[in-house]
Structures are given as C-alpha cells and as structure tokens.
C-alpha cells in the first residue's frame, strides 16, 4: 500500500470520520475557550473541571439520567462555584479550583465504588476513544461550537473587558457576573463536549496548548481567537490521523501534537527575537 | 471640594467604609462638582483607592450616604501597576472595549473606528494604535486609558495615581493634559503621592488620612503643619517663584518642575 492510500485508508470507517470530525471542531472549540481561560490566570480550570464533571457522570449513571445532561449540569454547577468563589474572597483561583473540582472528583468516585456504573466504559472516559464517537456527537460538538462562536461574537467586547480589566469593566457598566457565567457554562460544555475524544485526563492540555501557540504569533487579540481556534482545529485533525496510524489513544495522540507544534513554534519565536 | 455654583455630581455624607471590620475612611464629606479638579493625597493606607472607589462606584459604604446625580457618567483610569502588561491586545481593541457593543458582529462600525481615532489623536497617541500594550512607553500607557476613559464621554473622570511610575517630564505632561480636559469641561479627581505635582498643576487638595485632614486650594492646604497630620512626618514647605515646594527633611528637595 503507498503512503497515500494509507493516510485515505481510515477515511473509509464511518467511525473513524465521526471521531475526526469530533476531533477537529472539539479542538476548535477549546482552542477558542482555552484563550479567555489562560488570560485569566485560570489554566488549570479545564484540568479540573474534567475531573469535576466525573462526579456528575457518577451520579447520571446512579440515577440513571443522560450522561452529557448529568455531566453538563454538574460541570456548569462546578464552574460558576469555582468562578463564584475565586471572585468574591481574595481565596485566589488556583485555590478554588483545587477545592470545588477535587471535592467533585472524589465524590464521584465514591459513588462509583459504593453503587457502580451503569454508564459508559471508564477508560473511554479517561483517555478518550474513537471508537466511542456516535454519529450524535458530531451533532452535539458541533452544536456547542457553534454556540460558543456566536457567545464569543456576539460578547466580544464585553469578554475581552472582563478578562483584561474587570474592575473598570464593572464600573463601566458591563455585567460582569453575567459575563463570568456566560463563559463558565460554555467552557462547561466545551470541556463536556471534548471529554469523549480526548478523555479526562488531557482535557486541560486541548485547553491550554492551542491558546499559549497563539500567544506567541498573534498580535492582535481578534488574531489570537482565530489562530488559537485553527491550532486547536489543526492539532485534532492531525492527532486523531496519527491515532489510527500509531493505534494510541486519540487525546495522547492530539496533545502530543500540540505539544510538538508547541515546541516547534516557541523555538521560532525565541529564535526571532534573538535575530531581531 | 470645591463648592462653586457649578452643579454637584457627586455628594458623599458622613461616609464610613470598613474591610472585615477594619476602617479603611472615616466620616468623610465630600462634594464633586461639575467643574472639580482635585488631587488626593495621603500616605499608602490612608484610604486614598477607597475613596476613588467609593466615588466610583465600585463599593458601597458601610455607613453615610452616596448621593450622585442621575445619568452621571464616570470615567475610570486604574494604576498603571494593576494592569497585566503582557496582555496580547492593542491599543485600539483596548479602548474599544469602553464602546458598548451593538450588534452580533465583533468588529467595530465605521462610526466607532472614526470615534476611537479621533480620541487617540486628541490625545497624542494615533500614531502607536495598533501596537501591542506592553510596547508603550509609560506617558503612552497613561493616555491610552486615558481614552479609554474619554470614549464614554464621561462627565467625571477618576484616576489612581496617574503619575505614578513616570518620570518628571511625563507627569507634568498627564497633568497638564488633565487640565485641558478639566478646562474642556470634564471633572477631574485623583490621587496621588506627588505632592509638588498637584501643587503646581491642580487648583484643589484633599489631605486624606482615613478622614478627610483638611481640602482647599494648594496655598491653604500645602504648610507643614496639615502636610504633618497627614503623613505623619515632618515636612517643610518653600515658597519657589510662587509656587508652593515640599521639602522631605529624609529625602533632599523634591522640585516641582
């Protein structure tokens, strides 16, 4: 077989197409949250929401409600405690984050252990798996990228004001309570979207890596939505390639090659100024 | 602060403000108006930011009363110091962001562009407006909030500590530039620690030091002895073709230029 038909091979599993498309606009979608996340000093906020949202896929499967309904809710739940908490005493974010999302984690997992799972399989949820990507998700992925892009136009000022100075915005007359609650309930759902390719574990890596490629190209914050959106596009399409190729987990596949483009674009950039 | 016929704007009664219990102002009356150019100044603690923010808005007082004139719309300018420099933003999408947004569109109209254009180069800045933030100079950074601020077209505009972190030459440029705006019809209060600053340029001080210590013109309230039960030191005043110097026994001569 030549090199070509072997990159078009996978193209003819009905699956595989389903999980590249999940993939690529999940990595849009986190590319494009993942840069109002950085900005607020927040990084690890997808990390722990991912694990948070496992407490709430443990109490879906104990009372038997939709996992992405189960899930979602307790995510957005999660995110606006974290959010709630962080600005409203000098506790910090980092702070808030490491107590609301772990305290959800292992909740979850006592659940599980006391009642089991009726739900879908753990490692799919750990690691991610192609193999778990159904048609409807490529629906709901779909769904929430589109969301989130009208969220992120049709609030644009009022988000990028929050995120660089909050304080004048607040005495500017932007809202900013509803703002922070506009973008956790959509980073909610973004991560929620993500976790059936990527899985829990490298959620926060498809949160963070695409935006801080982007903040070293773009000068612009406009730009930098865009690159961070196409990075994170660019880095699912190609790990999700590489995961049938290699046959390893599709969200290792995707955050190494984050992670490599990472690498690559920080040694031009340092390179540059250095010339400069 | 002044009371002169021009309309009040903002009118703080008996104004207490705790943190947990601990007073940050104490009692304090004070009157905006519409023509106000006044400086406050206090050592570090002393209640100075709470005061910005009482005026603002931003907190609520924990006794007296806040009275502001309706429709009243207020400009904010935050210490240099606050702000995260590495912010990937330019300066154009930094004073946009003051222009409430309109439509689902995230681009500005022709009308906003123009508008924002206008103001950088009102104040000496359109040259530099789609740099990145942390490529201006500090006189720069000034200004591009400054517009920021102008673009709400705000009757009363507050700043905390504008002149921090500059050198000589750049302070007396923010000042005389608030100035123009106070002349142009826009209130002005500030805060401050350079005292041979305000004396020279604005036409009022308030001594804070959690309570209101004494306010008027630099020439009542710049002598040793309110300068001494405001910052707790002694500090000695000379007369300098006109103008009022504070003298630092612990740091040489201060010169106001």
Known sequence: MSWWSALWDPFRFGFFVNGLLVATFAGALCGLTGVYITLRGMSYLGHGLSHSVFGGFAAASLIGVDYYLGAGLWGVASALMINRVARSRGIGSDAAIGVVTTASFALGVALLTLFGSRGPSFDAALFGSIVGVRPVDVVIVAAVLGCTLVVVCARYRALLFTTFDPEVARASGVAVGRVDVLLMCVLSLAVLATLTVIGVTLVAAALVVPAVIARMVARTFAFLLVVAALVGAGTGFVGMNLSYHVDVPSGTTIVLVGAAVFAVVYAATTGAKRWQ | ?257
């Open chain 2, 1 to 257: 602060m002044p009371t002169t016929p021009s309309r009040p704007l903002l009118r703080l009664s008996g104004v207490d403000l705790d943190y947990g219990g601990v007073p940050a102002v104490r009692s304090v009356d004070l009157t905006v108006t519409g023509d106000t150019f006044a400086g406050v100044v206090g050592p570090s603690g002393s209640g100075k930011t709470t005061l910005l923010r009482l005026l603002l808005g931003t907190l609520r007082p924990t006794r007296g009363i806040v009275h502001r004139a309706a429709g009243l719309t207020v400009g904010y300018v935050p210490q240099l110091e606050t702000i995260n420099w590495d912010f990937p933003v330019t300066v154009r999408e930094c004073v946009l962001v003051a222009r409430r947004q309109t439509r689902l569109r995230p681009w500005p109209t022709r009308a906003e562009r123009t508008e924002v254009g206008e103001v950088l180069e009102r104040l000496g800045i359109g040259a530099v407006a789609d740099r990145r933030i942390r490529d201006l100079s500090g006189g720069q950074q000034q200004r591009m909030f400054l517009a920021r601020a102008l673009l709400r077209r705000p009757s009363l505009l507050l700043l905390d500590e504008p002149t921090s972190g500059l050198d000589l030459a750049t302070r007396h440029e923010i000042l005389h530039m608030l100035g123009e705006l106070n002349r142009q019809g826009v209130s002005i209060v500030l805060t401050t620690h350079d005292l041979n600053g305000i004396a020279t340029h604005l036409p009022h001080i308030v001594c804070l030091r959690q309570r209101v210590v004494a306010e008027g013109a630099p020439e009542v309230v710049i002598r040793p002895d309110v300068l001494e039960r405001t910052f707790g030191a002694r500090l000695d005043v000379l007369e300098h073709y006109g103008l009022r110097v504070v003298v630092d026994r612990g740091a040489g001569l201060e010169v106001a230029g």
